[in-house]
């Protein structure tokens, strides 16, 4: 009752719900979150630092990893806020391990820790990665059905075979850039601002997707590797063959060099996906919210009879409330971690199939 008196959202407090804090500072997000029973998001907090990145084009990680400190304890105290709870009611707390920034991850990783020692509460160890590749099922209680999942982020181009929680076979990945990489070095080459992704997925929006004839590396070949950087040398040839100022053509090349990127995604998926024998695929990751990626999977899969389960664009880019989802899975198997587990910027999700 005392509960009801203090919190702001009463009607979201029960007594015998359990409530999970995850940390996320792999790179230069700082996020907290709060989930309730592993289906409702309480606080999803994400202090960005993108501002402070741009100026040096990228991600400097002694810059992010000092920002994080700032910021860590407010954002931890927003989140309490925003689901109306204490400390003190909370059930277990989570952070990523990695893979990321070593001295950025060792921030929230360290906070979570020191939080669930206070408290005598569990703590879970999270890898990024499985937060992508489950952040598509964030509000369902049910248990994870097996999927294809394409992962597509700045660090990452991977796609994995599911066949439920905590079974994930790697099918490939990129051999070279991964897609956001390429997007954010592409948006270098044009002058946009930093992260390149969302400004071409903007620009594109009123461009020729065929204006350019852009190359699909790794199209045709029937496995689940990728390869970006033969791509994003060849805007670069363009930009220099080009006729007239760059800013003519800006829509144009952003549209054909999305295309290209989304063509080689959407193709090798749902080839991986046929040849898998999976009936639904599960798209994830910074660039799966990037507008015609999700249009041209939606038309693929439709065209296919396959289901399709894209993460909501909230969760696409780093954030706490994948983690959080993660933790409260392994809750329900009993995986908790020990205090004393490292850090691991390497961290690997899945096996390749032997
Ligand atoms: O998942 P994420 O936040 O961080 C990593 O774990 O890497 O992904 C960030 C990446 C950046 O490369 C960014 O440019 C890209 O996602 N991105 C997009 C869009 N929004 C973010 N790429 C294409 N279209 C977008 N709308
Ligand atoms: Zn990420």
Known sequence: RSLRMRHKRPALIMEDRTTVLAIETSCDE???????????????????????????????????SRNHLLRIRPVIEKALHSAGLTLEELDAFAATAGPGLATALLVGNTSAKALALATGKPFFSVNHMEGHLLSPFIGSNEAIPANLSLIVSGGHTMLIDV????????????????AGEAYDKVGRMLDLPYPGGPEIDRLAASGNREAFDFPRSMMRRPNGE????????????????????????????????????????????????????????????????????????????????????????????????????????????????????NVNPNLPLATPAS
């Open 30 to 64: 700082t996020a907290v979150a709060i989930l309730c029973e592993g289906t409702e998001v309480l606080a999803s907090e994400v202090a960005s630092q993108i501002d402070i990145h741009r100026d040096f084009g990228g991600v400097v990680p002694e810059v992010a």
């Open 163 to 178: 066949g439920g929680f905590n079974q994930y076979t790697l099918c490939g990945q990129t051999l070279d850039d991964a």
């Open 226 to 341: 990728f390869s970006f950087s033969g791509l994003k040398t060849s805007v670069l040839y363009t930009l220099k063959k080009l006729e007239g100022p760059v800013e003519n053509h800006l829509a144009d090349l952003c549209a054909s060099f999305q295309e290209a990127v989304v063509d080689v995604l959407v193709h090798k998926t749902l080839r991986m996906a046929r040849e898998k024998g999976r009936r639904l695929i599960t798209v994830s990751g910074g660039v799966s919210c990037n507008r015609r990626l999700r249009e041209a999977f939606g038309e693929a899969c439709q065209r296919e009879g396959i289901d399709l389960l894209l993460a909501a664009p909230a969760y696409t880019t780093d954030n706490a409330a994948m983690i959080a989802y993660v933790a409260a899975h392994r809750l329900r198997h009993g995986l908790t971690s020990p205090l004393d587990e």
